[in-house]
């Protein structure tokens, strides 16, 4: 029988038997210095043991993480869209449209390994302020293989206010391309290392949903959601983040404003999405900044970001990792047969501007994979092209 | 004569009477009078050969001049009928004294009939007491006995948008069933047979037929009857051997007939490992009701505990109790609250009865309860009253928590499911209802016991499938195939 969640046994086994190998081998040079726009790309087959082998590997690659994360309170944004209950078919969804268990499970083994002293699971489930524990049960995860995965683990739903006294403001950098900041969950502030723990897809509005992409998800719906209120942030999440995407309201006056407010409402602009979500996008992972992107491409979809998109599960069998989002990014967009160079009109970007694109123009990162030094597997023989399966 | 659970009921509108309140309505034509006219006469009758439908509600006596050609026509019928073993119940609604119709009821060979009131008056016939949902109870139902007040089950109409369903406030499209009221009369008159009243929707036509099969499967599913009511066009089709409405008509039959050939499953009683405590009476009636009309529609598997009944009874298997009402629990009860609480269950309240000195915690920032840990367990007690039921069904389920699930619907569409088990705990049966007219694809069902196969029933054929479950530690995943109106999944093992 098909395995289609890791069961905590199961799971502590995998750890056990490979974390226990991969740790056991010399100690490799921690936080030197290497290039930020260095890449890792493993190759993983399955949602096995070999996945905390294989990421052990990348971080190595990378440096290492203990430089990164030791004695730090490290956050998780984890790619867990739309429903609990949704599925492609009968698969579930760790193995189509959101990052796997396993590999949430390794990362945090792996952080906690070299030294995270808290490390916290973050995602705003859609329309529900529920405990994200209990969204995890509904999908059939279980958490407690994530609290056995280290010794100080805490999940926040981050689609509300939630356990803060108040929002956190970042301001992005620069001006912004659509907000001046944006008004956030305070778990992305009460960190001292944000990681984007991403899947490898497609993606209906923004062209491929990667690692800047998966940050979308840090804005709560109780402020940039359907059912904000007009002045202040509502008390729980109604509907979906669909002001980015219609550009047909603005959010509450309490929030930081938009760059320029004539574009929103009547003025939007023809494919609003393909306008905003990616400028939305840069504008976050310029404001909060990401330490450490990850994308689970190990088994995924393709065609867009959820079943919903109407897709088709495929198994590149691959991991990726890197300490700067936009390269990070750009060689998963390779990976996937693209070019990460390309622009609004050219695939992926047939309908929207190129996030790359953006986030690079605000300085966050580099798309050029001129620049970007890929270790582990090489691209050309890793690519695995969506638009061709 | 005594009434037989085991009748399965149905309209049969026909005569004088019901050519006399089509009048008064204006709604009778032509076509519809000779259609009324052919229902009454012993021909018609040949519709039910070979089919399980054993019982005719005709209406006997309204109080209308016509009372007496309507038991004057009905008589051949009823003749005939008796020789196919067909039985008749004949339907009195007077605002006088019924004694005088259920005489010549008995009379003419009525077996029994249906009154809306009885008023502690004996007959010669045995009487199914027509109630009004909140007055059903031990005492006041008969036997079998009936209800109005029901929904047509399906997609909620007043929310559709041509064929798409709006979703509501809980992401969910609006689904009417009666699910929630079966289990709960099953309760409040146990041992009695609940027949559900209620019609086709007028938009039911021969060429857009209601969803019979829907409105058995969601009657049956759940402990009830449906009383089978067919809208005009279909009668009139069947009237005239219109090969289409013989179709729906066939596809009618064989709902019934599957759930007459599963009659051991009315046995089996529901499983859950909350129990939901009301009077759902009065004020407290509407409260009660939609929480376990939400609970249902979110897969929460409860049982119903009458607030008067001693809570001793309850199932070794429960992990919560839900106290819905503002009234306090008696003495007895509170005791057996606290001692529920101290063993490790949880109970639900808008009110704190346990020990004073404990102080409460709060819980997660989403939920607005507070926490006060007795004993090995806990009451969660609302920062206010209850007033939203659907608030109190989400808080509830995850208060509760979905690790304690014991069904999961993934890709459920517009569908539900129950769960019940034998009572020697032997087998357990999860049904599956499609509530929409669109087959559901893809649903997964996953249950809460590791088991490798199931046989799965449907509706379309006779002979079980055997149907492989796929690990979902701590439970198993059970791909449906596509599911028109229902399916049952029926597993045996000793883990269930």
Not at chain 1, 26 to 34: E, N, Q, Y
Not at chain 2, 388 to 413: F, G, W
């Amino acid at each position: 029988m098909m395995k289609t969640a890791c069961s905590r046994r199961k799971f502590i086994a995998a750890m056990g038997a490979t974390a226990g190998a991969w740790l056991a081998r010399p100690a490799m040079p921690l936080a030197r210095a290497v290039p930020a726009s260095r890449v890792a790309v493993g190759t993983c087959h399955e949602y096995g043991p070999e996945v905390v082998g294989v990421l052990g590997n990348m971080f190595d690659q990378l440096g290492g993480l203990e430089g990164l994360v030791r004695g730090k309170t490290v956050a998780i944004k984890l790619n867990m869209t739309g429903l609990a209950n949704t599925r492609l078919g009968y698969l579930p969804p760790g193995i189509t449209y959101w990052v796997h268990p396993q590999v949430v499970g390794a990362t945090v083994h792996l952080l906690a390994k070299a030294g995270a002293r808290r490390i916290r699971l973050l995602e705003s489930p859609w329309v529900t302020a529920e405990p994200l524990e209990e969204f995890m049960l509904h999908a059939n995860w279980e958490p407690r293989d994530f609290l056995n995965a280290a010794a100080r683990v805490e999940f926040e739903n981050t689609n509300y206010l939630g356990n803060g006294k108040k929002y956190s403001r970042f301001w992005v950098p620069g001006g912004g391309l659509m907000f001046k900041g944006y008004d956030l969950n305070h778990s992305y502030e009460d960190c001292d290392v944000f990681v984007s723990l991403a899947k490898l897809k497609e993606h209906m509005t923004a062209g491929v949903t990667l690692s800047m992409k998966n940050c979308f998800g840090i804005t709560p719906c109780t402020i940039y959601g359907d059912g904000a209120p007009e002045d202040e942030p509502g008390l729980v999440p109604l509907g979906g983040r669909g002001p980015f995407h219609a550009m047909n309201r603005l959010p509450p006056k309490s929030a930081p404003p938009a760059v320029n407010a004539n574009v929103f409402l009547s003025n939007a602009p023809k494919n609003p999405g393909g306008y905003c979500v990616p400028r939305v996008v840069a504008d976050l992972v310029a404001a909060r900044p990401v330490h450490l992107a990850i994308i689970d491409g190990i088994h995924t979809m393709t065609g867009g970001e959820g079943p919903w998109t109407g897709s088709r599960y495929v198994q590149p069998g691959l991991l990726i990792a890197g300490t700067n989002c936009v390269a990070t990014d750009a060689v998963g967009v390779a990976l996937m047969g693209f070019n990460p160079m390309a622009d609004r009109g050219t695939p992926p970007f047939e309908t929207c501007d190129s996030t790359l694109r953006l986030a690079e123009q605000l300085g966050v990162g580099t798309r050029d994979l001129n620049q970007i030094e890929v270790v582990g597997t090489p691209i050309a023989k890793a690519r695995f092209n969506f638009r061709s399966v | 004569m005594n009434l037989d659970s085991k009748w399965v009921p149905m309209k049969w509108p026909c005569g004088p009477l019901e050519i006399a309140r089509r009048n008064k309505s204006q709604s009778i034509n032509a076509d519809l009078k000779e259609m009324l006219e052919a229902w009454g006469q012993p021909s018609a009758l040949e519709l039910l050969k070979g089919t399980p439908i054993n019982c005719l509600i005709v209406d006997w006596a309204n109080g209308k001049p016509e009372d007496s050609a309507q038991q004057q026509a009905l008589k051949p019928l009823l003749d005939a009928g008796r020789q196919l073993g067909i039985s008749f119940v004949g339907k009195v609604a007077l605002k006088e004294g019924p004694g005088a119709a259920v005489a010549a009821g008995r009379a003419a060979g009525l077996s029994a009939v249906m009154l809306a009131d009885a008023s502690g008056q004996s007959f010669d016939l045995p009487a199914i007491l027509q109630l009004e949902r909140e007055k059903v109870s031990g005492e006041t139902a008969s036997t079998i006995f009936s209800t109005k007040e029901n929904a047509w089950p399906g997609l909620n109409l007043d929310t559709m948008n041509g064929d798409t369903a709006m979703a509501g406030p809980t992401a969910s499209p609006w689904v009417n069933s009666n699910g929630w009221f079966s289990l709960l009369a099953g309760k409040l008159a146990p041992g009695k047979t609940l027949w559900l009243d209620f019609d086709p929707p007028d938009s039911s036509n021969l060429l857009h037929p209601a969803n019979y099969g829907l409105a058995i499967a969601d009657s049956r599913a759940y402990g009830s009857r449906w009383i089978i009511s067919l809208d005009d066009g279909l009668r009139a089709g069947l009237t005239k051997g219109n090969s289409q409405a013989k179709g729906v008509w066939g596809k009618l039959c064989k709902a019934v007939a599957f759930f007459q050939s599963h009659s051991e499953w009315e046995a089996f009683e529901p499983q859950g490992i909350l129990a939901v405590v009301s009077d759902f009476r009065g004020d407290n009636a509407y409260l009660g009701e939609e929480v376990l009309n939400l609970l249902n529609r979110k897969q929460v598997q409860f049982q119903i505990i009458e607030r008067s009944k001693s809570l001793q009874a309850r199932s070794q298997d429960l992990k919560a109790i839900l106290w819905l009402d503002k009234e306090a629990p008696s003495a007895e009860q509170h005791s057996q609250l606290l001692d529920f609480v101290r063993q490790g269950g949880l109970v639900i309240a808008a009110a704190y009865w346990g020990p004073p000195e404990v102080k409460p915690t709060p819980k997660d920032p989403s939920l607005q309860y507070m926490m006060y840990n007795v004993g090995e367990g806990q009451m969660a007690v609302s920062e206010g009253e209850f007033q939203s039921p659907d608030q109190v069904a989400v808080d509830t389920h995850l208060l509760v928590s979905r690790r304690n699930d014991l069904v999961r619907l993934y890709n459920p569409e517009s569908t539900n499911c129950h769960s019940s088990i034998d009572p020697g705990h032997k087998k357990r049966l999860v049904q599956v209802l499609n509530y929409s007219l669109k087959p559901a694809d893809s649903v997964t069902l996953w249950v809460n016991a590791q088991i490798g196969s199931a046989r799965l029933w449907r509706l379309e054929t006779k002979d079980a499938l055997t149907l492989r479950g796929v690990a979902a530690a701590p439970g198993s995943d059970f791909g449906l195939p596509p599911l028109s109106i229902y399916c049952a999944l029926e597993f045996e093992g000793s883990n269930l």
